[in-house]
């Protein structure tokens, strides 16, 4: 199979690298004017007692007064960007396999917020009712939210006996040498199935007010539906990843999200890919080579869900679109 990365005159191509310079530029910009603006005074003061005649007590004064117009335009520009700018809330959970003991938050511990599934296909009643409520409660203070889960692996395998215990015992360290710190792991086709549990707390989410829900941690492709409207992407495979036992697993997508009037407007996907070499991410054409194929995987795992190809993005939902 012969791969095809987007050309660097293609629409994504030069938008993504004009921007990122773009707004590196602007950033190193805004922080040079900071730090000149906050010395200008010093800097002027023998000009300004020579044409002002200030003493240097009203100089201090003048220069207090600066920094405090500073700090307090620091407290209006937060209130305009609160009520110009766009709010987005984020939940992370993590799936299924998690026993009490492996950092999951409790009452008296931080740790992960979990959505524990025995058995591949339902979620824990408890578990999902704090999901609900978590939406509930941050749903008024944002414009869009998203729920994001870690998805453990096993296609609706049944949940260890050892994971049902509270604590488990620790497991001895590998020594360093251990082939199983770099053996590479096997993922066959059932891992890019979605399970049940997986499709469940997505559906919850939305029922309770989400409007993009995404899941990661499979480390391969899954699926893509809307469920009411909102787009829901059950793995988006690999992106970036140093853990040399997955450098086999080089699929991936990118989500490209387009907010307007404070509401998700587009959601469209770009195939990516790592190479062998250097382990750099590379954009793929998503109608040519490699990247259509890995867009063809997608199609087939999302059942009737519609996927247009719009130049060399394929678009999941767009604003007026079902």
Known sequence: MTTSTIPATGSLANSIGRYRWVIC???????????????????????????????????????????????????????????????????????KWYAQDQQIATAARPGVARMLSKDGSTIDENDLARLREDIRRLRPLVD???????????????????????????????????????????????????????????????DAGADIVYGHGSHVLQGVEVYKGKPVMYCLGNFATDWIRMRPNKDGLVARVIVEDRKVARV???????????????????????????????????????????????????????
Request: charged share 15%; glycine share 8%; hydrophobic share 45%.
């Open 144 to 206: 869009v939210l998203i729920v994001s889960s870690h998805n453990r692996d096993g296609f609706s395998l049944p949940m260890p006996a050892d994971m049902l215990a509270e604590t488990r015992p620790l497991s001895a360290s590998p020594r360093p040498d251990d082939p199983s710190l770099f053996a590479p792991i096997p993922l066959g086709a059932r891992f890019m199935q979605a399970e049940a549990y997986e499709k469940l707390l997505a559906h919850a989410a939305i």
């Open 268 to 322: 469209s996907l770009t195939p990516v890919t790592r190479d062998a070499a250097s382990n750099n991410v590379r954009m793929l054409n998503a109608t040519d080579g490699e990247g259509a194929g890995l867009m063809q995987k997608v199609r087939a795992l999302s059942g009737e869900t519609p996927l247009p190809v719009d130049g060399q993005e394929t678009v999941l939902i767009a604003r007026g679109k079902p």
């Open 25 to 95: 530029g602007l950033l190193f910009l805004a922080t040079t004017i900071n730090y000149i603006d906050r010395q200008v005074l010093a800097l002027i003061k023998g000009t300004l007692d020579t044409e002002l005649g200030w003493t240097n007590t009203q100089f201090g004064w003048t220069n207090a007064a600066f920094q405090l117009a500073y700090a307090v335009s620091l407290f209006l520009f937060g209130w305009f960007i609160d009520r110009k700018g766009v709010k987005i809330g984020f939940l992370q959970y993590t799936a």
